[in-house]
């Protein structure tokens, strides 16, 4: 009988995870327990993905803020801290604010605005319009932002963030001047040792500021990227990827992923004959258009993954077939035209007319998101997801 199902995308529960559990065997177990109870089969080329954060929970993978501050103290000592470009988030930035606030004597929190660098809107850009205010020239202090735009919640958490971060610096005794700009050349007007705190742009904040007279000047990635008395620790992106754990830890993203997915590919081919592609993911990519965000709060989407995921799509727009190399045909001749044109087609269809319009992304990254907005990031219980069809194509 003809398919009539292509992709088919399934979140699997699984037990809770908690640190010194073997993850391994608990998605493998989680998978086959599905597709018995389910009554699916796994075939070749089906995709596990796992939630980078039960990976880290069985890691132990945590870090208090006494770790954070105890490495911010070693960096920068007593000096007046810049503190530039967080996220405004209470998961994602704020426990990491406390351990960098108790770890310094003076913060210049310096927000980046209308938005910060996943999409979180501290000010309408129509606002800004009507203010005649630039947000790539102006530097604002904090009065100044006030006086234009007033006091402004999140739309979502319902959360003033400017006083929500200053609040958290001064619960610790710590003097706090906060100003707006977009410019990272902005803070050596005030300090020359900075905490740059944005994800997906460090590295060019960072050289700019060595190359205007920064002094010590360090990344997101640089607090524990080793083990403070003991804590855990991501040698590659050190609190980058994040997450809160109780008010006083944080969840830091996992270390030597690779192992992993690799041993789960290993094991499902040993248990079931097929070969299963694996990858552990983090925040996908996805804009929300009323609350503006972009997800994206992590530094990879995907920290490892098994070699058939590597690359690319390389995919035919059907609908461009239809309406132009086989424009004059129609039902089943259309058909087996289009199928015959998908079975020759080139093995690299970069630049071809007939893949435009086909989404230009890893594979990595679409998996990823497709993951992450199945498994949500609350109460679903499914941070296994199991993919099947992903790689089929109308031919199949």
Known sequence: ?????????????????????NIEEIVVDSVLKAAEVEGY?????????????????????YAT??????DVQAKFGDDTLGVIFPILSRNRFAICLRGIAKGAKKIVLMLSYPSDEVGNHLVDLDMLDEKGV?????VLTEEQFRSYFGYNKHPFTGV????????????????????????PKTILN????????DIHTRFRTKKLLKANGGEKIYSLDNILSASIDGSG????????GSNKATEQTVKLFPRHCQPIVDNIQRMLLEKTGKHVEVMIYGDGAFKDPVGQIWELADPVV???????????PNEIKLKYLADNNFAGLRGEELKQAISQFIDQKDADLVGAMESQGTTPRRLTDLIGSLSDLTSGSGDKGTPIIYIQGYFDNYTK
């Open 1 to 21: 009988m003809e398919r009539v199902v292509g992709t088919v995308v399934r979140g699997l529960r699984c037990p809770i995870i908690n640190q010194g559990d």
């Open 41 to 61: 089969s796994i075939n070749d080329k089906d995709i596990v993905t796992v939630t980078e954060s039960i990976v880290a929970r069985a890691q132990g993978n």
């Open 65 to 70: 803020i006494d770790h954070i501050a105890a």
């Open 134 to 138: 630039n947000p790539w020239t102006d």
């Open 160 to 183: 003033d963030y400017i006083d929500y971060y200053k609040s958290l610096i001064e619960e610790y005794g710590v003097e706090c001047e906060v100003i707006f700009s977009n410019n």
């Open 190 to 197: 005030y300090t020359k040792n900075v905490l740059t705190c």
């Open 233 to 240: 620790f991501n040698e590659a992106y050190g609190l980058l």
């Open 302 to 312: 995907s920290p490892a993954f098994t070699a058939g995921l590597n690359g690319t």
